[in-house]
């Protein structure tokens, strides 16, 4: 369900540090209004049926202690689930952690997300080529937000491809102006 008529704005990302299971991370943190209840977008975010039409497929042993695939993107383990306020996960062995965080918006009808992916990767492989890990999560997070601001508007087109948005060209602005934001916080100096 969603409800009113805020318009749809890309995250100003920040980037921190923390000490996360695998030792100290760098911590690149999205943080967007969505028109809908918490509860929604906690189902948005935890339903494995509307995971698939935004982010990815994911499935697996969905509890606390459970293991999870996610297409293209590897498995993880859930460490913590709070309904509808907080989701823990630990990806790649530990090297990873994420953390949803949702939270009623400022405005009625509104909930804010905060999303943070601590990483203790220096880089990432893409296409051959390496990049750094922060960079990635830019061009990775701002297409999958968009997407699923499309899925609780309703106007995320049927035939959309959540595993294979990089190939979308109507993916592709958001992918760029992603990397771009991570990029000028990086040359900026916010990671030292």
Known sequence: MTT????????DPELRHRAIAAGEARVAVFTRTY?????????????????????????????????FQQVNMG?????????????????GGGADEIELRLSPGSEPGTTTLELQHATTLDSHEIGGQMYDAIFCMGGGYYPRLLALDLHLR????????????HLNPDMRPAIDRGSAAMAALLEAGADD
């Open 154 to 165: 309703g106007t995320l087109p049927d035939d959309y491809d959540s595993a294979a948005f």
């Open 4 to 11: 009113g008529t805020i318009t749809y704005h890309e995250p």
């Open 35 to 67: 028109a809908t209840t918490v509860d929604d977008l906690w189902d948005a975010c935890t339903n494995p049926e509307r995971l698939r039409r935004w982010y990815v497929p994911v499935s697996g042993d969905l509890r606390v202690g459970g293991t």
């Open 75 to 91: 498995s993880g383990t859930i460490r913590v689930c709070d309904p509808p306020h907080l989701l823990e996960l630990s990806l």
